[in-house]
């Protein structure tokens, strides 16, 4: 059995189509986390003058990606603590090894909200900003 | 009288020991066999635990990672509205639970978890051990969807089970 030229070019065209559809639903269920480093910060300054905004409205900045700038409280596991009630989280703990008690420094993150339990603003996801 | 009462609040406070952590470990799993699993974890759980027992635990919804993205987005969105409620807490007791003489050994842990606004009480066991300043303590158990009133669309229902378990893990060291 031989196929005409014709029918040939139209079996190729939609087995392409079914594959390129099949790729794109694919890409669109499974496509990546959003990672912090990419994402646009919506919030870049001082930790202290950012905590006044938190204190007015805290629920608006849930999700929401900021660099803030301030001094370590002290460093924890998997985090360090600024200006005393901002608890950051780093994915990669290794990074927070370099940094010292005392010290002013920039973090990006992604800010989970405010715990009442500590009294503090939590964000995950934590990176490092180089000056 | 009044006085007394502020006064003997404070004391305890101050004399009772605490144990915490900022990155306990809450997962949970509602998975359906022969479907993508639907599962999820949350590093950034909050735990106070008092030498008598009582705990205080909050996580946010927001912060549960998913492996697919869509599906965490959808989590967040469609079934746990997470922007209206953000938060997830369990307050409790661990029956017979002192700090002081503690090595090993199985509880029985009993108290209110609230979710999406709905509360629920919970009874159930886990394992504590102490080695030097640190508390470990593991438990699991299961809730299901409509207790917190958490819709499950049509469309998906054959692949998310009703009964949702939940384990978790939260190594807590002493507060100083």
Same mark, same amino acid.
């Given at each position: 059995?031989?196929?005409?030229?014709?029918?040939?070019?139209?079996?190729?065209?939609?087995?392409?189509?079914?594959?390129?559809?099949?790729?794109?639903?694919?890409?669109?269920?499974?496509?990546?986390? *959003?990672?912090?480093? *990419?994402?646009?910060?919506?919030?870049?300054?001082?930790?202290?003058?950012?905590?006044?905004?938190?204190?007015?409205?805290?629920?608006?900045?849930?999700?929401?990606?900021?660099?803030?700038?301030?001094?370590?409280?002290?460093?924890?596991?998997?985090?360090?603590?600024?200006?005393?009630?901002?608890?950051?989280?780093? *994915?990669?703990?290794?990074?927070?090894?370099?940094?010292?008690?005392?010290?002013?420094?920039?973090?990006?993150?992604?800010?989970?909200?405010?715990? *009442?339990?500590?009294?503090?603003?939590?964000?995950?996801?934590?990176?490092?900003?180089?000056? | 009288?009044?006085?007394?009462?502020?006064?003997?609040?404070?004391?305890?406070?101050?004399?009772?020991?605490?144990?915490?952590?900022?990155?306990?470990?809450?997962?949970?799993?509602?998975?359906?066999?022969?479907?993508?699993?639907?599962?999820? !974890?949350?590093?950034?759980?909050?735990?106070?635990?008092?030498? %008598?027992?009582?705990?205080?635990?909050?996580? $946010?919804?927001?912060?549960?990672?998913?492996?697919?993205?869509?599906?965490?987005?959808? $989590?967040?969105?469609?079934?746990?509205?997470?922007?209206?409620?953000?938060?997830?807490?369990?307050?409790?007791?661990?029956? %017979?639970? %002192?700090?002081?003489?503690?090595?090993?050994?199985?509880?029985?842990?009993?108290?209110?978890?609230?979710?999406?606004?709905?509360?629920?009480?919970?009874?159930?066991?886990?394992?504590?051990?102490?080695?030097?300043?640190?508390?470990?303590?593991?438990?699991?158990?299961?809730?299901?969807?409509? %207790?917190?009133? !958490?819709?499950?669309?049509?469309?998906?229902?054959?692949?998310?089970?009703?009964? !949702?378990?939940?384990?978790?893990?939260? @190594?807590?060291? @002493?507060?100083?």
């Amino acid at each position: 059995m031989s196929l005409s030229k014709k029918s040939k070019i139209r079996i190729v065209v939609i087995l392409s189509l079914l594959v390129i559809t099949a790729c794109s639903i694919y890409a669109y269920v499974f496509k990546p986390h *959003d990672k912090v480093v *990419d994402i646009t910060s919506e919030y870049i300054g001082s930790a202290n003058d950012f905590m006044v905004k938190i204190k007015e409205d805290a629920k608006l900045w849930n999700s929401k990606i900021v660099t803030l700038t301030g001094e370590i409280s002290s460093l924890e596991a998997n985090g360090i603590i600024l200006e005393n009630n901002i608890f950051c989280q780093f *994915d990669n703990a290794s990074e927070t090894l370099n940094l010292q008690k005392g010290k002013t420094t920039t973090i990006k993150g992604h800010i989970i909200g405010y715990d *009442d339990l500590f009294d503090e603003l939590k964000l995950n996801q934590c990176i490092i900003q180089l000056p | 009288m009044r006085t007394l009462i502020i006064l003997l609040l404070v004391s305890q406070s101050i004399f009772a020991q605490k144990y915490f952590t900022r990155t306990g470990f809450t997962g949970f799993k509602a998975s359906v066999d022969a479907f993508e699993p639907v599962q999820a !974890i949350n590093k950034s759980t909050s735990v106070i635990l008092t030498n %008598d027992g009582k705990i205080a635990a909050q996580l $946010f919804i927001s912060a549960f990672k998913f492996r697919v993205s869509l599906m965490q987005e959808h $989590f967040n969105e469609n079934f746990m509205d997470s922007y209206e409620y953000p938060k997830a807490t369990f307050k409790g007791k661990i029956d %017979d639970f %002192d700090s002081s003489n503690l090595t090993s050994k199985d509880v029985t842990i009993k108290g209110v978890l609230t979710v999406k606004g709905k509360e629920k009480n919970i009874t159930t066991t886990g394992r504590v051990s102490k080695n030097g300043e640190t508390i470990r303590l593991n438990s699991s158990f299961s809730v299901l969807a409509k %207790d917190f009133d !958490i819709k499950i669309p049509s469309v998906v229902r054959r692949k998310i089970a009703r009964q !949702i378990n939940i384990t978790l893990n939260y @190594e807590l060291i @002493e507060k100083k």
